[in-house]
């Protein structure tokens, strides 16, 4: 190596080592400034700022090819054509700063851009209103000193909030959410007015959200996206919409693969989607659409977290903040650039006043006439003329200068007329009026602002409305909702369990997120995870899919202790434990077993029949058990002696029934689902064959089972409760043909479960109004408006005739917008209130 290389490489400043400790943190800090986080006062990264600049600078109402736009941008942005084209399509596709024409993509399916010689761009009209003012722009030179481009843009609306913005840096990123135009200017007025405000994110795409995590945008916060399923029929999903940041491709694709990893079950996926987002899945036969749009959200893209982190630049340093702060900053921007407008525009008026003023006064005191006398210079020609002005100086607001008195006499002199006296002085006084109004503006600024900000709201919000709606999700648990498609074997003698056993005993169908829960003859209980073959202790009684938090499976035993020889009987439940860990069921001694086991999924109590040891001393050797004499405690509890002679044998005799109440259920009207964790409506007390009652404002009923992994649709539903056959459901519905409500009552006479069944007349527009299964239902009718209310209460019993399920009904009253319907307590005769009492 020669010297001069080993100089440079070992110099502090200049050598590798220096200009690396230098050269990174440079590099980071381009990056980071000139890339890839926007600066807080416009909400553009520099390259979306020059794009706009170079669009306004090609502006001249028509659209220009978009590789024109990318050329002129070209002249402030020292990068490749492919970046500016890059950040120009996305800035279109937000629909916000830039009008397009042509074929722009299509952010829900991704699809791309055509290439920039065959699409078009504009400014939008909101653009030019809120981005652009040449007086109030701070400029700097472009990257080849060839031309000025502004430092930030006079951005007079919170867009970096509107747009939202993404970009990784050197060590750094940011993540700011799109949010919607309507609310962050209603949030703008708020905080001009000193109320609270929130904002949340809105997305093109459509689609639900829960933003309960959001923490206002902040790192560590977190939302939740869900595209919207629809239920066809029960062997078709519709997905009508895609989460933020997906396309149906990427959808799709995640739904083949869960289909393929055994999560859900399908028969086909197709895209149809066109104007709106349609994607079909037809289920597979005796697949339930409500497990597997659960499972869709659980294992596919059709829900996303997202992460935001809201980093911007500001006095050229990246720093964090809140939505919250970001929307403050951008509305006080604002209200300063008004005002910064407003100033200047008031400098400008009294300017013109100064000037017309001097006008009027120039040609109605004929001071013009100094032009005509003889001075001997043209310096003593303005100094006349500035004498002449001497006495009307104090009804002037500022002092006259030379360069006034030098646009004076350029104006051409001719005969003057009394109507250009007039003319002159309708300009001052519009002059001053206006300049009162600006006055008044400044001196009221916020109020100025706001009315700024209501104005846009006019002219832009129409159509802008919120597209994604915000709600909160319930939780769903991957294992309820995961297909069980695996094969299970068990080999019971010697004692093990998994799904590569194939010349063993079938044992069950499970998805790989199951536990299995098994019991053996030793008094041993295990839970482990589905695996290709797991031991768990030879002779095994019982195996099952464990159910975590189950309270209701009641396990019934009998163990004889291996120390003292006598017999036990126990009953437990099982709701939480270690997985892979062994419990000892018995007294913990050697030589323990069980004589007898049974799992009960409703704390059934069997009868079992015991015999004794023949050679035992005990007078009677057979005895009779009844389980439902004990109480169900934990499974480490050693449980009601039985015998304390040797058992030969215990065996079933008779079937129990459950000792445990009636399951109690609830009806989550903010999620939609059936519950047993008091959340919601109370439907009642459930035995294992009782079922819920539906009825939609369509006009159908439905039967369902008790299943909690069910979900409805909370919007369509108006009545749910416990299904009792023998009661009588008194409705009524819009007959929209003939304009007219009718009325019926009938017992439901169908029996098959999850079918829905249609009991109003059919036909388009025809609704179901009120539902009620009270046995003596009152109706409460009022109609009319003002002055002219008409309150009338039907005591349908005595008026109507129970019918069946598919009569059409009885007239009740005209159809009238005004009509409103609803049930009233069952009263006393006699005690009905106001209004006309009917049977």
Known sequence: MSKKIKEAYSHSDTGVSGQYKTWFLDYASYVILERAVPAIEDGMKPVQRRILHSMKEMDDGRFNKVANIIGQSMQYHPHGDASIGDALVNMG??????????????????????????????????????????????????????????????????????????????????????????????AGIKYLKGRKFEILPDFQTGGTMDASNYNDGKRGGKIRVRAIIEEQDKKTLIIKSVPFG????????????????????????????????????????????????????????????????ACVIIANKPQFLGVTELLKVATDNTRELLK?????????????????????????????????????????????????????????KREITREDIVKLTEKPVR????????????????????????????????????????????????????????????????????????????????????????????????????DIIAFTKAGIMKVVRVSDKTFIGKDILYAAVFQKSDERTTYNMVYVDGKTGVSYAKRFNVTGITR??????????????????????????????????????AKKKELEFYFEELEIKGRSSIGNQVTKYPIKSVKFKEAGKSTLDAKKLW??????????????????????????????????????????????????????????????????????????????????????????????KEGKGNILEAVTTDEKPILKVKSGRGAQVNNAKFKVANMVEVMGWKAVGTRLTEFSKSVEMEWDKPVEDGKGGQGALFE
């Open 93 to 186: 596709q937000k629909d916000l700063l830039i009008e397009t024409q042509g074929n722009w993509g299509d952010v829900r399916t991704g699809d791309d851009a055509a290439a920039p010689r065959y699409i078009e761009a504009r400014l939008s009209k909101f653009a030019l209103d809120v981005a652009f003012n040449n007086k109030t722009t701070e400029w700097q030179l472009s990257y080849d000193g060839r031309k000025n481009e502004p430092i930030t843009l006079p951005m007079k609306f919170p867009m970096l909030l509107a747009q939202g913005a993404e970009g990784i840096a050197v060590g750094l990123a940011t993540k700011i959410l799109p949010h919607n135009f309507n609310e962050l200017i209603d």
């Open 415 to 514: 005969r003057i007329y009394r109507l250009d006296i007039d003319e002159l002085n309708a300009q001052i006084k519009g002059l001053e009026a206006d300049i009162k109004q600006v006055k008044h503006d400044l001196a009221n600024i916020v109020d100025f602002a706001v009315a700024y900000y209501e104005n846009l709201l006019k002219k832009y919000g129409k159509g802008r409305e919120r597209k994604t709606e915000i709600k909160q999700f319930d939780v769903i648990q991957a294992r309820s909702v995961a297909i069980a498609n695996i094969k299970l074997y068990v080999n019971y003698a010697d004692g093990f369990i998994g799904t590569g056993l194939k010349k063993d005993e079938l044992l069950t169908e499970v998805s790989e997120l199951d």
């Open 340 to 396: 910064k407008e407003l100033e200047i525009k008031l400098a400008e008026l009294q300017e013109k006043w100064h000037y017309t003023s001097l006008e009027k006064i120039f040609f109605e005191e004929k001071i013009y006439k100094e032009l005509e006398k003889k001075h001997e210079t043209w310096d003593k020609v303005l100094e006349a003329i500035d004498k002449a002005f001497g006495p009307f100086k104090k009804q002037l």
């Open 667 to 760: 009806f989550d009207n903010k999620f939609g689902r059936l519950n047993t964790e008091e959340k919601g409506e109370y439907l009642g007390k459930f035995e294992a064959e009782d079922r819920v009652l539906v009825i939609f404002n369509d006009g159908n009923y439905e039967i369902v089972d008790q299943e909690l992994t069910q979900r409805f649709d909370t919007e369509k539903i108006l009545l749910i409760e416990k299904f009792d056959a023998d009661k009588i459901i008194t409705a009524v519905y819009l007959d929209n043909e003939k304009l007219q409500y009718n009325i019926k009552r009938f017992k439901i006479e169908t029996s098959t479960l999850h079918s829905k069944f249609l009991f109003i």
């Open 246 to 309: 997906v396309t149906t491709t990427q959808l799709m694709e995640s739904i083949v693969k869960a289909n393929d990893q055994g999560k859900i079950k399908i028969k086909k996926v197709t895209d149809h989607t066109a104007a709106d987002v349609e994607i079909f899945i037809e289920l597979a036969p005796g697949i339930s659409p409500d497990i597997t749009i659960d499972a869709l959200y659980a294992f596919t893209d059709c829900e996303v977290s997202i992460s935001p982190n």
């Open 580 to 617: 892979d860990k062994e419990y000892d069921l018995t007294k913990g001694a050697d030589k323990s077993r069980v004589h007898y086991f049974t799992a009960n999924p409703n704390g059934e109590a069997e009868v079992v029949k015991i015999i004794l040891s023949p050679n035992c001393s």
